[in-house]
């Protein structure tokens, strides 16, 4: 068994959740009494918001002493109640194996997600004498899903009507596709129907991103698939809550196209957006048996969408052309467009690339193409934190030691988690971090250009040599100021399998030029709303 | 491991809640865990120091 002493608690558990999303079993982490506890509550909220099974544990007071002024004491249970699937407190030694079987399979059942288990000092202290028999493990809830429910029947086949009779169907894809490891499902109904399939940041590589029925990203920012939503005529919306990003903040889609909502947990269907058929159960389960009931006229189905479906590579060539100026960019510095191209061309088909919050996953969320099905981009999505970048891709590279892992990260997020290189180095990771550097926590100074008139508050960071504090620290850095070093630089990050290497990137300082979605000088901002 | 060694694999006799902790993640046979250590929880990390 291996443990690993992190730096920050946060890291810990962000970690773990990294780890359980490439392996879909449960990550474990732990924090002591108090501030260990309480310093787990963002990595934990993260897995409540993204359904990852994570089982962490927490020291609490000697039972002898609680509410006595111990030192770190504090209601420790009730501020991670709210952050966890389940809080269990285990209150006799003796009950130990029986609560942990529980954790496991609070954490992977339905909906997986963490569980906290409290353990007070003189539970973890005492003895008992234990029998083999306590130590029973269900091995089903050992990794999410534990069990699969299958939609109702009757839903299924008012659903497959609907599809059958569309023109322009749609599948609109979220993070569920991961956990229900519905890949195949998906692929062979979206195939066997000439259905094009969208996907949010957390449901990139729900099909390959270069599959030709792949119109990309849909919601903040897009390629092409907000527009094909706004023409589509149904839509099949698989392991997608329909939140802000997914929806421009709930403008798309039109409440007049017929949706079908296929999701695990029966409380987020029409949450956001009325379903005209709920389908609620697995993904993998629901899809297969809309792929089931519509087989039989599949062939058909495929000959009248043979154009609709000729369409999507054709407008994603179209879009590609419009985009080559940003994608194939030489400008200093470097271009965020320019860098996702080479994180393209760089990584290959098994690797992993990790995304931080705030710009460097909206960026690489557009951008970035995985090139086969599968948990090949990892974004944190369930809260949007900064800083996951790389305790992300120290969980991620311990779960996938094989393959390249590649972690892309802002300065402001890495500064946060500048200590836990000292943890990647220790253990001997060979896993790369570039880091997005503006000197700036760029999606405020943005926001501060277009909303506030370019009056900055705030929003700039001092000018950081990454690369020279990661060689002080023992790792391999490169300072990259011209694009054309990109490509030697992450080959050298991917190749060292022994050490980490950070990617100091310097990019656009211009707040003008730091969001993906166009120029904002040309900007349009609505009152209600944030630009993109 | 298979259900049948997950069964002959499993520890009994007078143990502390901590090692009982690592024993059950043994079994669970869980990937790398992440944490920093305090006088509450260290039975369960002298455990996985001897499991090692």
């Not at chain 1, 659903?159 to 062979?188: F, N």
């Not at chain 1, 599949?298 to 879009?319: C, L, S």
């Not at chain 1, 992450?490 to 950070?502: E, K, N, Y």
């Amino acid at each position: 068994m291996s443990h690993f002493l992190i730096n920050d608690e946060r890291c810990g558990a962000f970690a773990a959740e990294a780890y359980a999303r490439v392996t879909n079993r449960p990550g474990v982490c732990d924090g002591t009494l108090g501030p260990g506890a309480t310093n787990l509550v963002t990595g934990l909220v993260e897995a409540l918001n993204a359904g990852t099974p994570v089982i962490a544990f927490a020291g609490d007071t000697n039972r002898s002493h609680s509410w006595k002024n111990m030192t770190q004491e504090s209601r420790q249970v009730e501020i991670l109640r709210p952050a966890v699937k389940e809080v269990i407190r285990v209150e006799q030694t003796a009950r130990v194996p029986e609560l942990l079987a529980r954790a496991f399979a609070v954490a992977t059942s339905g909906r997986a997600g963490p569980v906290l288990v409290d353990v007070p000092e003189d539970v973890c202290h005492g003895s008992h004498d234990f029998t083999a028999e306590d130590f029973a493990l269900d091995p089903t809830t050992l990794q999410a899903p534990a069990r699969r429910i299958r939609p109702d029947r009757a839903d299924v086949a008012r659903a497959a009507a609907m599809l059958a009779q569309a023109k322009r169907p749609l599948i609109l894809v979220g993070g569920g596709i991961h956990w229900s490891q519905g890949y195949q499902a998906l692929l062979k109904l979206a195939e066997a129907q000439a259905i094009p399939v969208a996907h949010t940041m957390s449901g990139k590589g729900a099909i390959p991103c270069i599959h030709p029925l792949s119109v990309g990203l849909f919601g903040r920012y897009s390629r092409i698939a907000n527009e094909l939503i706004e023409a589509a005529d149904c839509l099949l919306v698989v392991g997608c809550k329909l939140g802000e990003i997914a929806t421009k903040r709930y403008q798309l889609p039109a409440r007049s196209v017929p949706l079908i909502h296929l999701e695990i947990l029966a409380e987020e269907i029409g949450r956001c957006f009325p379903p005209a058929v709920a389908l609620w159960g697995d993904a993998r389960a629901g899809l297969e048996d809309l792929a089931d009931a519509l087989a039989e006229d599949a062939r058909t189905a495929r000959a009248q969408r043979a154009d609709y479906a000729a369409e999507i590579p054709r407008r994603m060539a179209a879009w590609r052309e419009e985009a080559s100026a940003r994608l194939d960019s030489s400008e200093r510095p470097v271009h965020m467009a320019r860098l996702c191209r080479e994180l393209n061309r760089a990584l290959p088909a098994d690797s992993i690339l990790v995304a931080d919050g705030g710009f460097a996953g909206h960026w690489t969320g557009l951008l970035y193409d995985t090139k086969t099905a599968g948990r090949h981009f990892i974004p944190d999505r369930g809260f949007a934190s900064i800083g996951y970048g790389l305790p992300g891709g120290i969980g991620a590279a311990l779960a996938a030691p094989a393959a390249p892992v590649v972690a892309i990260t802002g300065d402001a997020g890495f500064n946060m988690m500048l200590g836990e290189l000292e943890t990647a180095r220790r253990a001997g990771l060979g896993l790369t971090i570039v880091v997005v550097n503006n000197a700036a926590s760029g999606y405020v100074k943005a926001l501060q250009y277009a909303v506030f008139r370019g009056r900055y508050q705030s929003s700039d960071l001092v000018e950081m040599d990454y690369a020279a504090i990661a060689r002080a620290m023992g790792c391999a850095g490169v300072r990259v100021e011209d694009p054309d070093q990109l490509p030697a630089a992450l080959a050298a990050g991917i190749t060292d399998r022994s050490r980490p290497t950070v990617i100091d990137v310097i990019v656009t300082r211009d707040p003008a030029r730091m969001l993906p979605a166009v120029d904002n000088r040309t900007i349009e901002v609505r009152e209600g709303d944030r630009p993109a | 491991m298979s259900e049948t060694d997950r069964a002959s694999n499993r520890p009994s006799g007078r143990m502390n809640g901590g090692r009982a902790m690592a024993e059950m993640l043994r079994l669970a046979e869980v990937g790398p865990m992440f944490g920093m250590g305090g006088f509450q929880l260290l039975p369960f990390y002298d455990a996985l120091a001897s499991s090692a």
